[in-house]
């Protein structure tokens, strides 16, 4: 007799997405695998999201605006499946997307999440070229504090499946209130340095960059990384790690965009990475970044600007 397939929950937090739900609850639908349950935390939104998701079939909770992070805490909770798959409210999936992660975790009894690449488009779906991480070789991640704490294992949170045992782990998210909308790193960081993933170089869906995201034009660049210093310090603080090294190649980028040395950054950065002496491979990786950023930030802002679309 055929082992049940198990069923997979898809875990999505809207707030005020209206345009862009239909398109992103017909990719969903047309998923090559079944059984599948999807549950849809509408975060207090003040559009027309609630009709767009009465012509579907799923499951709503309504709830008072409270970020994102709170509203996946909810939805992993009343989520049913074994398997667990979230995506956000303006992104999208490959039609094999639930399958190929369900294989995946089929296969690998001792893997409790995957993580796969998305492609990044424009509001229209129009290809921007980069891909969200890029993935060079599939295969197993062994849980590391190191690597989650440096940034070096990311997932944007519509790539993000694991199972419900995992979950137990990592839900509610540790988040503060001024932090409420990280919801993928935090993610990461409870799943990576936890349990041993699964990397998948395959796009299996889009990452939507659209001017009413967070950091939508060139005015937002500081904001934008003043925030990844603050989320980085989360992430060791709730692993109980120094500041990562990433923190000081952020300030670097800061300190060259306002006009002011970073040479202090730089050279406390280089001493921070003797930390990681124990993660050659880490430690080589992150002291590279921080030289790069402080030698050359106009070419790494020009990366950055061009993979957030400003230019």
């Known amino acids: 007799m055929t082992e049940p397939r198990p069923l997979a929950s898809i875990v999505i937090a809207n707030y005020n997405y209206g345009e862009f739900l239909p398109e992103t609850l017909e990719t969903v639908l047309a998923q090559t695998y079944q059984p599948i349950e999807i549950v849809v935390v509408d975060d207090g939104s003040t559009d027309d999201s609630r009709e767009v998701l009465a012509r579907y079939p799923l499951h709503a909770i309504y709830q008072e605006n409270a970020g994102q992070a709170a ?12 398997i667990i798959c979230l995506l956000d409210a303006d992104d999208g999936w490959d039609a094999r997307k639930v399958e190929r992660v369900v294989q995946i975790l089929t296969r690998h009894p001792d893997v409790q999440w995957v993580r796969h690449e998305l492609e990044v488009v424009d509001r229209w779906r129009r290809p ?62 409870g799943l990576g340095s936890r349990f041993r993933g699964w990397q998948l170089a395959e796009t299996l869906g889009f990452y939507r960059r659209h001017e009413r995201q967070q950091y939508a034009c060139e005015a937002d660049l500081e904001r934008m990384i003043e925030r990844q210093i603050e989320v980085g310090t989360l992430i060791a603080e709730s692993l109980g790690r120094a500041e990562p090294v990433t923190n000081y190649k952020h300030r670097a980028i800061l300190a060259a965009l306002r006009g002011r040395p970073r040479r202090a950054e730089v050279l406390r ?9 124990s993660h050659p491979m880490i430690m080589a990786r992150q002291a590279a970044a921080l030289l790069y950023a402080g030698t050359a930030p106009d070419l790494w802002l020009g990366k950055i600007r061009r993979f957030q679309g400003f230019q």
């Open 128 to 189: 921007l070229g980069p891909k969200l991480p890029h993935i060079r070789s599939s295969g197993p991640l062994p849980p590391s504090p190191a690597a989650v704490a440096e940034r070096v294992v990311v997932a944007s949170t519509s790539a993000i499946t694991f199972r419900r045992a995992a979950a137990r782990s990592v839900f509610p998210l540790p988040v503060r209130t001024h932090l409420r909308f990280d919801a993928d790193a935090l993610i990461v960081a």
């Open 269 to 277: 950065g280089l001493v921070a990475s003797l930390r990681l002496v």
């Open 71 to 82: 509203a996946l805490d909810v939805g992993v909770a009343s989520a049913r499946g074994e």
